[in-house]
């Protein structure tokens, strides 16, 4: 009988201890987000300018990603603790990198593209590797020459932070060894006396106070009784679990920033005024159609209607890119995961003689939700819950606040100049989520002169997105004609 090697026994018993050691528990919010009700994906539909190359692309994530240690492990179930742990493991590229053969050339290309896109929300993503992957279409679409669409669990963590880790990936095509610029939105305030200063201090802590205490309490109703209309955007009990519809517009960020300069408004403000605008518009025909009203410009809204969106805010301060690109070249285990808030904003649903109302409106809300903790209160009170009362309770109480209200809304800042990702320059970005119960989330992602539109739908709810991102960008289209029109400063276009 061969004598043991003792040598052998201890390298096996350390690289053991190592692996213990490498293996991360499951965050709470991880095992939320693989709850039935909230098992959500993170979708991004990518134009390149140029086709594809398959190996450059793989090379550069074997260098960048996959060293990041959620896209290098599986999550697990450990059979001693009962719960899920990130466990690390060898990445093969390759199983990642879907690449169909296609046609070039093909007629229809941008159907295929969205045909495709939204066949992947019924698919669930392998559990056996790592919970990422990207699918490769060198087809030629309206907007571009190629096609990737990245498809990651929400999971592995929020979306601006991997969104954020995605473009730590890619550099300026001016620079090949810069990484994007992301426009701050940090405003230098003017100087005031110190007891003005302390007057303001104390008035506005007053109003924030005020404002957290009424927002808390809204939300507590909507978890209880407070319940959107039943408007034909609402999602039906049981819809998280249908097939949603992933459709993009891309519009102008020019035109975006005219009106917000005219207006002396943020981008954001903008933003929620062309949803409230457009969501109005295709809302009134629809009741119109109900009602037999042929007339676009009659109003055949119902009276109060009460329709509200859940904004996804990033409690945690930004991690930046360039701390992203370090943790990929060096393997650190920097802080990470799903650090989520969210805040119920009414939305003005109604017909408006002068268009730019819609922006004020849009205005005067964001502007008192920035003086609220509501997107804190609802991070902290998830995590209270799922100590407290486990992952299904929480989950349970979650989705009746999403089912309660009728959209998801986030906005994603891109960079202001053009990038490549591995040497392929990007036309587009237009991410998006899907395995929320709302039956309409939308996403606005800006880059370089574009802002685009991204909409995941419920086909069973919206059997027409198109229609409503055409009723999007015809907001835009009056906003920019209505401060042409009244403000000398930008009387030509």
Not at 106 to 125: H, P
Not at 383 to 391: E, M, S, T, W, Y
Not at 447 to 455: D, F, G, L, Q, V
Request: with cysteine; proline share 5%; glycine share 4%.
């Amino acid at each position: 009988m061969a004598a043991l090697n003792p040598l052998a026994i201890n390298g096996e018993k350390q690289n053991h201890r190592d692996r213990e050691a490498a293996e991360v528990p499951a965050s709470p919010a991880t095992h939320l987000f693989h709850t039935t009700a909230l098992n959500c994906c993170i979708v991004a539909v990518v134009g390149c300018t140029t086709k594809i190359n398959v190996d450059v692309i793989k090379k550069g994530l074997q260098c960048t990603l996959v060293n990041h240690p959620r896209f290098s492990s599986i999550l697990a179930m450990d059979d001693k603790r009962g719960k899920k742990r990130w466990i690390p493991t060898k990445v093969n590229v390759d199983d990642h990198i879907i690449c169909p053969d296609l046609e070039p050339d093909m007629q229809s290309a941008d159907e295929f593209v969205e045909n495709y896109a939204s066949s992947l929300t019924t698919k669930s993503l392998d559990l056996s590797k790592p919970l990422w992957e990207i699918h490769i279409l060198n087809v030629k679409t309206s907007e571009a020459n190629s096609i990737a669409i990245l498809r990651i669990h929400h999971s592995l963590g929020d979306g601006i932070s991997i969104i954020s880790l995605v473009l730590a990936c890619t550099r300026k095509t001016s620079d090949p060894n810069s990484l994007p610029t992301i426009p701050s939105s940090n405003r230098t305030r003017p100087k005031i006396g110190f007891f003005r200063q302390l007057f303001l201090s104390t008035w506005l802590c007053l109003i924030l106070i005020l404002n957290t205490v009424l927002d808390i309490t809204l939300f507590l109703a909507t978890i209880l009784f407070l319940k959107d209309t039943d408007t034909p955007l609402k999602a039906k009990i049981g819809d998280a679990f249908s097939p949603r519809r992933l459709v993009h517009r891309t519009v102008s960020l020019d035109d975006i920033k005219l009106v917000k300069n005219a207006m002396n408004v943020t981008i954001n403000d903008v933003m929620m005024g062309m949803l409230q605008a457009g969501m109005s518009r295709y809302l009134n025909r629809k009741y119109g159609i109900i009602k037999g009203s042929t007339t676009n410009n009659k109003n055949n809204l119902p009276k109060n209607v009460r329709l509200r969106g859940a904004i996804m805010f990033n409690i945690r301060p930004s991690t930046g890119i360039q701390v992203l690109a370090e943790m990929m070249e060096k393997k650190s285990r920097a802080k990470w995961g799903n650090k989520i808030g969210y805040a119920l904003v009414p939305l003005f649903i109604g017909v408006q003689q002068n268009p730019l109302d819609y922006i004020r409106k849009a205005k005067a809300t964001i502007d008192r939700k920035k003086l609220s903790m509501e997107s804190r209160f609802s991070f902290t009170s998830a995590r209270i819950l799922l100590k407290l009362f486990g992952v299904q309770a929480a989950a349970a109480l979650i989705t009746r606040v999403i089912c309660n209200t009728t959209v998801s809304i986030s906005n994603v800042v891109g960079p202001q100049e053009e990038i490549s990702f591995f040497g392929h320059t990007m036309a587009f970005s237009a991410p998006t989520v899907y395995g929320v119960p709302h039956s309409l989330t939308i996403l606005f992602q800006s880059y370089c002169n574009k802002m685009t539109i991204s909409m995941a739908v419920d086909p069973e709810v919206i059997p027409d997105p198109y229609q409503l991102c055409d009723d999007l960008e015809e907001s835009l289209v009056m906003f920019r004609e209505a401060v042409l029109t009244t403000s000398p400063l930008h009387a030509l276009p």
